[in-house]
């Protein structure tokens, strides 16, 4: 997966339900970001971190929550206040020395 | 914040011709731009990037082409291919390090 894993591919959420999306990278880089991609519309930023145990909101935090306890790791969970989840979750990360993103390979939200 | 802009949001070309994305921003502290391809349900793939110490980049049938003045970039295709089909997404960054902020995306669907 070229290095950054996430994980579960599909998920699916009850109503009032908080979920973890997972992602992992071992690229040792060390800034990581959530994006939220709708249909038609481009990416959203949702939390970033450059740093292990700090981390940033985006444009679109409400109703997300974010914790960065390992470089590795950078988990996203979407709360019960997030009120219109459904959407491709997109992790990505990049280290000081290269100025692009390596992209995961995504998850898709569905509220049931 | 950055502000980005891209146009059209959809362009359907004959196979062979050529096609055009255009992308305005808005902040002056913006530096870096790259292109990403995104396939159907996969992660987008960087296929192009520009700094802004120069205006024109190539690499074989894609090319990227920044107006710092203007204040916008476009990426140009020539001979497309039907594998060529995909959104294409710009982004604005202010380099190294630092978040993205993307365009709203443009499919392009490259007729045989």
Redesign the interface.
């Known amino acids: 997966d070229?290095g950054i894993t996430q994980s579960p591919k599909y998920l699916f959420r009850k109503e009032g339900q908080n979920v973890t999306l997972s992602c992992e990278q071992n690229l040792n880089h060390?800034?990581m970001?959530w994006?939220r991609q709708d249909p038609?519309?481009?990416?959203?930023?949702i939390y970033?971190s450059?740093i292990v145990n700090d981390f940033q909101k985006?444009?679109i935090a409400e109703g997300y929550s974010v914790s960065r306890e390992k470089k590795e790791s950078f988990p996203l969970t979407v709360t019960s206040a997030q009120k219109n989840p459904t959407a491709f979750y997109?992790c990505a990360s990049?280290?000081?020395r290269y100025?692009?993103?390596t992209?995961?390979?995504?998850t898709?939200l569905t509220v049931v | 914040?950055e502000n980005?802009e891209?146009h059209p949001?959809t362009l359907s070309v004959q196979e062979g011709d050529s096609a055009v994305i255009k992308c305005t921003y808005s902040d002056s502290a913006s530096n870096?731009f790259?292109w990403y391809k995104q396939e159907l349900?996969?992660?987008?793939?960087?296929i192009i990037?520009i700094?802004s110490n120069v205006g024109e980049k190539k690499d074989q049938r894609i090319a990227v082409t920044l107006n710092k003045t203007a204040k916008h970039f476009s990426l140009h295709i020539t001979e497309t291919q039907p594998e060529d089909s995909a959104v294409y997404?710009c982004a604005a960054?202010r380099?190294?390090?630092n978040?993205?902020?993307?365009?709203?995306?443009t499919k392009l669907n490259v007729k045989p």
Do not use: E, I
Request: glycine share 22%; charged share 20%; net charge positive.
């Open positions: 070229g060390d800034a970001y994006y038609g519309q481009g990416l959203r930023l970033y450059q985006g444009d997109l990049t280290s000081d100025y692009g993103y992209f995961g390979s995504g898709r | 914040g980005v891209q949001s870096y790259p349900g996969k992660r987008p793939q960087l990037d700094r997404f960054s380099g190294n390090f978040k993205f902020y993307f365009g709203s995306g």
